[in-house]
């Protein structure tokens, strides 16, 4: 009877543990792309002019921005005013 009880609990141990393992392959997944992201961002920011004044810190912080899809837009600074005299 001892043994059986033993075998019941090894049996729930053993698909406890295969129901994790299964549910934990995407998130390590993920992580991995995150990382790779994260490094090869890291190396194409250290090759720009503009980058390499900034500290590692800083050049971190842009390159999980960009690895979490920031998207950084251009600001055009234009002096034209237009009235409602150029649209009639």
Known sequence: MNNFIFKIYLGLLSVGFA???ILLFPISRQA???N???RKTS???SQ???VEKMNDES???LSVMICNGAVFE???KSNIQLSLCDYF
């Open 32 to 34: 991995s792309s995150w």
């Open 43 to 45: 190396e194409t920011l």
């Open 36 to 38: 790779r992201c994260l």
């Open 74 to 76: 251009p600001k055009f």
């Open 19 to 21: 129901t994790i393992s």
């Open 59 to 61: 050049r971190e912080v």
């Open 48 to 50: 720009v002019k503009a």
